[in-house]
Nanobody, 120 residues
Framework: QVQLVESGGGLVQPGGSLTLSCTAS?????????????MNWYRQAPGKERELVAG???????VYISPVKGRFTLSRDNPQNTAYLQMSSLRPEDTAVYYC?????????WGRGTQVTVST
């Protein structure tokens, strides 16, 4: 079974930076490998719905929601089955649990999330 594990979350002061990682495994014997999936980062703040933060399509197009444009960067290292979310100029409103997700056709896999807290 494909598994995703996020890491890199933590407590950071406003204006600070963090880089989240998402490492995938379990592709042995499967038709598709990590590079064949679209890759997304979501977040869910307390009392709010989960929202897409950044997405990278299989065609290599990356999109970001407006609040994070220019501050967050999604990248992926396909040979290492790993994706990253570099976050800078963090704001208190970025506080949330961040989840990575990969999907293709009818398949969608999620990690368990990593907490990011932006506070003094």
């Amino acid at each position: 079974q494909v598994q995703l594990v996020e890491s890199g979350g933590g407590l950071v002061q406003p204006g600070g930076s963090l880089t989240l990682s998402c490492t995938a495994s379990g592709f042995t014997g499967r038709t598709y490998t990590f590079k064949d999936y679209a890759m997304n980062w979501y977040r869910q703040a307390p009392g709010k719905e989960r929202e897409l933060v950044a997405g990278n399509s299989r065609q290599g197009i990356t999109v970001y929601i407006s609040p994070v444009k220019g501050r967050f960067t999604l990248s992926r290292d396909n040979p290492q089955n790993t994706a990253y979310l570099q976050m800078s100029s963090l704001r208190p409103e970025d506080t949330a649990v961040y989840y990575c997700n990969i999907r293709r056709d009818g398949d969608s896999f999620w990690g368990r999330g990593t907490q990011v807290t932006v506070s003094t």
